[in-house]
């Protein structure tokens, strides 16, 4: 019976990352990642909630829902930095990145959107001098992803971080460690090699 239970404890690191992962997948793929509001001039204002695989918008006329395999491609370039925050929870777990690097790329997975968003009104504004149509819009971000993500990683932390350049057994830096000899130190080596 010692066997088994070995066994089973050594693949449970294995199962809480497949968990791990099959949970941020389907929350990037699945939840919220932002709202968009538009403001057509003063008559009409539409609340516009966008995920990766689905939209949906609400205006006077209604609420609509939108699953449309090719919002997908249409989304992907607006929000695939939120895959990368899961490879890079997923690095963090497998040792080959840090805690803190998964978190940057999460808080830029949050912020991608409007500031695609901002940074093209901005060069419509500067090449035209024109602000679209009288219209109103912003894009404000939903950090479910991020937060999940950051929650997991506090409450099971991943296992080590990763090695670092330098060695954390050596001490001292690289400038330290070479130091140019003495001249006596110096001359003595160079006769030695002559003798040779």
């Not at 001039?41 to 516009?48: D, N």
């Not at 995920?51 to 090719?70: E, R, T």
């Not at 419509?124 to 950051?150: A, C, D, K, R």
């Amino acid at each position: 019976m010692v066997p088994s239970a070995e066994m089973e404890n050594s693949q449970r690191p294995e199962r809480n990352l497949t968990k791990i992962i099959l949970l941020l997948t389907l929350v990037a793929l699945l939840a919220p990642a932002g709202v968009m509001l538009y403001s057509f001039g003063t008559f009409w204002f539409q609340v516009q909630v966008y995920a990766l695989s689905w939209m949906m918008a609400a205006d006077p006329y209604g609420l609509h829902w939108m699953i449309d395999p090719f919002a997908l491609f249409m989304m992907l370039p607006m929000t695939f930095l939120r895959i990368v925050f899961v490879v890079m929870v997923i690095r963090a777990y497998q040792g080959k990145t840090t805690r803190k690097r998964a978190t940057i790329a999460g808080v830029a997975s949050e912020l991608q959107m409007p500031l695609i968003y901002y940074g093209v009104i901005l060069l419509m504004f500067m090449i035209t001098s024109y602000y679209p149509g009288g219209s109103f819009m912003t894009v404000i971000p939903i950090p479910l992803l991020l937060l999940l993500g950051l929650i997991i990683m506090r409450v099971r932390p991943p296992p080590g971080e990763p090695t670092r350049w330098r060695d954390d057994d050596r001490q001292g830096y690289w400038w330290e460690e070479d130091q140019i000899p003495e001249d006596s130190e110096r001359e003595s080596t160079d006769e030695t090699w002559l003798q040779d």
